[in-house]
């Protein structure tokens, strides 16, 4: 099955969108972007404060297992991706491979995630200031980046992808100091890597597998991000299959990025108690390996990468938002609205508001937003939607030769990551299952009563599904 060199202008074309948005960034820049979006550094410090205290030494396991997972997920959405290389992303990829009523829930999925995800990254910045300036409002202070990074996006995507990268530069140098200090002065035994072990204030006990695969779904979340890709594929310049390396490069990189420090910081760190009791374990190790100016350095990287992380998703759920006006998934005069160009920087600017006034009111809600967990689930259901589809699109739906990224030792990454997308929810809490089997509950609803009714609601081209490999096979519908 050979690649088919295709330019994702013409796929868009022959989908029936036109092409509204400025094709202006390069791989590197679209890699830029999603890596920004994963934000390695942010992501780092902040899930590792519980997964460090959880699963003791074996937290590096727990990082590299969800790595192999999200490694799987991101070969899945590659090859899915530069076959429909589309704003909608994940949620145009399942409604052209498994139908528009489940597309539509992806879409639904994908909606809730704009949403929320934005607010609670912007948040993460108001507790790293008051590490430098106890006693500051960080609600107010979260309100401020989500005021600012919603005023960029509305500028040229490749004026935001320099700037991006300009913060991204600094917050993968922070990423190799944590590491470094850590393979420079080992402290750990390699026999507590092989043989996790926990710590508290009385006693040392050995870590079990459970343990380690229980906060395998904690660790997905810090890699999360990579899709954006996707949503910037009608921005990207070149052949379609340029959106599939830009997902893996930027998979690759983000999981890079953790899982070796993680490591690092446990051979520095993994025998000291107070390290796995501290509400900040990172920051921390940084003080206790470098010193307080070093740690304040290093905060002041993770402050950058906070607001690079925040202004990388504004830009990626605007793109989504945009998308869903495009596809008539509401009325009328909101899908025109949401469709809006703006004429000098070629950007939906009315979508890009729409994310950062929702950012900026829910940020004022403060440990409200931070309390909300069921994101988390939200993307894992979406996750096992793209490993389906992605099995789906090989075995019933795809005519030879119109692959322009093939994902490698097919099919051991979709059914990987349906395994680990699988574990990752039956950890759940069952508060967050049921809010999001309403959520879901409520989306089909409006499907069924609205949306699948009115004429020209929801018109999702599905002109690139292909016709099955034999007559007796069902259609999409």
């Known amino acids: 099955m050979p690649h088919h060199d295709v330019s994702s202008e013409e796929i868009l074309k022959k989908a029936g969108y036109r092409q509204d948005l400025a094709r202006s960034l390069t791989v590197l820049q679209t890699v830029g972007l999603a890596l920004s979006d994963i934000t390695p ?27 192999i997972i999200a490694l799987s ?49 912007a948040l993460g910045i108001g507790g790293y200031i008051q590490t430098l300036v106890p006693g500051i409002n960080a609600n107010i202070w979260a309100t401020i980046l989500m005021a600012l990074v919603t005023i960029l996006a509305v500028l040229r995507v490749k004026t935001n992808a320099n700037i991006t990268g300009i913060f991204l530069s600094v917050e993968l140098a922070v990423m190799v100091l944590v590491t470094i200090v850590g393979l420079v002065h080992p402290l750990t035994p390699f026999s507590l890597l092989i043989h996790p072990v926990s710590f508290n204030a009385s006693h040392v006990s050995p870590v079990k597998a459970a343990v380690i695969l229980a906060a395998i779904s904690v660790a997905l979340f810090s890699y999360n991000g990579y899709d954006s890709a ?12 340029n959106v599939g390396k830009s997902v893996m490069n930027a998979a690759s990189l983000g999981v890079l990025f953790q899982v070796v420090p993680a490591f690092a910081v446990i051979l520095a760190d993994g025998t000291i108690r ?42 990626q759920f605007s793109r989504v938002i945009y998308s869903t006006g495009r596809d008539q998934s509401w009325p009328a005069p909101v899908n025109r609205a949401l ?93 967050d299952l049921e809010t999001c089997a309403a959520i ?35 259609p999409v519908k």
């Open 440 to 474: 879901f509950g409520g989306g089909f609803l409006y499907y069924l009563v609205w949306a699948r009714r009115q004429p020209g609601l929801w018109h999702v081209s599905t002109s690139l599904v292909e016709e099955p490999a034999k007559s007796s096979a069902r």
């Open 274 to 315: 107070a390290f796995y009791g501290a509400s900040l374990p990172i920051e921390y190790y940084v003080e206790h390996a470098i010193g307080p100016t070093g740690a304040t350095i290093v905060i002041l990287g993770v402050i950058l990468a906070v607001i690079n992380a925040t202004l990388a998703i504004v830009l």
């Open 41 to 67: 550094a942010a992501s780092f410090f902040v899930i590792a404060a519980q997964i460090f205290p959880m699963t003791g030494t074996g937290a590096g396991w727990t990082f590299l297992l969800a790595g």
């Open 73 to 121: 997920v991101a070969f899945s959405m590659a090859e899915l991706g530069s076959r429909y290389p589309f704003a909608g992303g994940l949620y145009a990829i399942v409604t052209r491979v498994l139908g528009k009523p489940i597309g539509f829930l992806a879409m639904v999925d994908y909606v809730v995630q704009a949403i929320f995800l934005p607010a609670s990254i």
């Open 230 to 241: 996707i949503n910037f594929s009608e921005e990207t310049d070149g052949s379609a299959r």
């Open 339 to 431: 469709t809006l160009i703006h004429s000098r920087y070629r950007t939906p600017w009315v979508s890009v508001l729409v994310v950062g006034v929702l950012g900026i009111g829910l940020t004022l809600l403060g440990s409200a937003v931070a309390a909300i967990t069921f994101t988390s689930v939200m993307i894992i259901i979406l996750y096992a939607l793209v490993a389906i589809s992605a099995i789906v699109h090989r075995v019933g739906r795809l005519k030879t030769g119109e692959l322009p990224f093939k994902m490698w030792i097919w099919p051991v990454p979709p059914l990987v990551a349906l395994a680990g997308v699988i574990l990752a929810i039956s950890q759940q809490t069952s508060g």
